[in-house]
């Protein structure tokens, strides 16, 4: 069994880290896990992602970045399962690749993901989940 820092989640080999801040922009968020040795959630079953839809909040960033008009996890592998994703759970009609929705989130309570900005200005944004 993976041991996990303190006040930090096991779950699949992973460890997950609620932070309960928000941040408006994507970069930001990734930071917040990187000075964490983490990074945003990359999600590769439906234990991960029911496990990520139980303990987050609201909203929270996908540790994914459109490349070349796709969306793509920063391990490289495809986000979309019209690119070869083995695993997905884009809300109907996502990812839709609107004007600057470069980003993207899980949305709790359905689980489901949604490409977004990756910048929401003054707005609160999505909430910040650390894998590592």
């Not at 069994?1 to 941040?23: A, D, I, L, Q, R």
């Not at 999600?43 to 960033?61: A, E, Q, Y």
């Amino acid at each position: 069994m993976k041991c996990c820092p303190e006040g930090w989640k096991v779950h699949n080999h992973s460890c997950f880290y609620v932070t309960g801040e928000t941040s408006s922009k994507f970069n930001d968020a990734q930071d917040k896990c990187k000075n964490m040795s983490a990074n945003l959630p990359i999600i590769k079953s439906d234990s991960v992602n029911t496990f990520i839809n139980t303990v987050g909040s609201h909203w929270v960033w996908l540790g994914m970045k459109r490349e070349n008009g796709k969306m793509v996890w920063f391990d490289n592998t495809p986000a979309e399962p019209s690119e070869g994703a083995l695993y997905s759970a884009w809300t109907s009609g996502e990812p839709s690749n609107k004007t600057n929705e470069d980003c993207a989130y899980l949305s709790i309570g359905t689980g489901g993901w949604s490409d977004d900005k990756c910048d929401h200005g003054g707005n609160a944004g999505p909430y910040v989940l650390c894998q590592k």
